[in-house]
């Protein structure tokens, strides 16, 4: 193959990739896993604490990493301070924990739909958080008061917000995920719309089976799209409840997905650590760190 053909091939196979969807460009805006595995993690929210402790109570539930949560009406400044980001960064070195995703909670109450510049001032900071903790999934939750479905106008909204801040994502090299109840149409409208290499959708399993979508299917048919899931069963441990994980894994086979599945179990009948720990160990038998 002479060296035009190889530069032919590769520009087709780029294309591909950019059709295909997902945080994928010319920057290469990605947080899939350049290994062949799996890396698992947890939220920082479901372990019974709230700051840099966390990270250790994390490490002893035995993940790879934390999401972090960026803020909480308590604390509406809190990563924000370089004195308590410097601490969860030196936690994170020291328990050799990585933060793969920065999500934005407060967002379910101070909306991007509204008209608060609170939302769009905490999207613009939290994006300059995960260039500084090496996060390259930025979660943007659409429950509670930013609940999207059926809300047309609230998704216009949001989707020339995103168009707004895109650029400063993609050039950051982080990947907005949006959360959300949601079908997986109506989120690759949302992503159409916005046309941007830098917003996809941060999937939750169990959400979506809430609302009596076939999850399996969406995550199919979102594909590449999907920068990162979150690991979730509303009834029960993992394993004992209603999510089927295998069936989950066959499908994000079919994706070609290997990264982040970040818990955020919701039933914790051993008590947090406990509990957590087993669902981890489950999840560590059906997603492995190497395949």
Request: with cysteine.
């Amino acid at each position: 193959m002479n060296r035009r053909q190889m530069i032919a091939d590769s520009a087709k196979v780029v294309a591909g990739l950019v059709l295909a969807g997902g945080c994928v460009s010319s920057q290469s805006i990605s947080n899939r896993s350049s290994e062949r595995g799996f890396k698992i993690g947890v939220c920082d929210w479901i372990l019974g604490k709230e700051g840099p402790e966390t990270v250790e109570i994390a490490k002893r539930v035995g993940v790879d990493g934390i999401q972090l949560n960026f803020n909480t009406s308590k604390r509406p400044i809190h990563l924000q301070k370089p004195e308590v980001l410097d601490k969860y960064l030196k936690a994170a070195r020291k328990y050799d924990l990585r933060i793969p995703s920065i999500a934005i909670v407060e967002l379910n109450n101070v909306t991007l739909k509204s008209d608060d510049p609170r939302a769009e001032e905490w999207l613009s900071e939290s994006i300059d958080i995960c260039r500084k903790t090496g996060a390259k999934a930025l979660l943007l939750p659409f429950f509670g008061k930013g609940d999207l479905l059926g809300d047309e106008k609230g998704v216009t909204v949001v989707v020339e917000k995103l168009k707004k801040i895109a650029p400063k994502a993609e050039k950051a090299g982080v990947c907005l995920g949006v959360e959300s109840y949601l079908t997986a149409e109506q989120q690759l409208d949302i992503i159409n719309r916005v046309d941007s290499p830098a917003v996809g959708v941060y999937y939750d399993v169990a959400n979506s089976q809430s609302k009596g979508y076939d999850i399996c299917r969406e995550i199919r048919l979102l594909g590449r799209h999907i920068i990162e899931f979150h690991a979730k069963d509303y009834d029960g441990l993992y394993g004992k409840g209603s999510i089927d994980f295998k069936a989950v894994r066959k499908a994000i086979d079919d994706i070609g997905y290997r990264g982040w599945f970040v818990m955020e179990g919701t039933k914790m009948p051993l008590g947090i650590e406990e509990s957590c720990r087993y669902d981890m160990e489950y999840l560590r038998q059906i997603f492995p760190a190497s395949v």
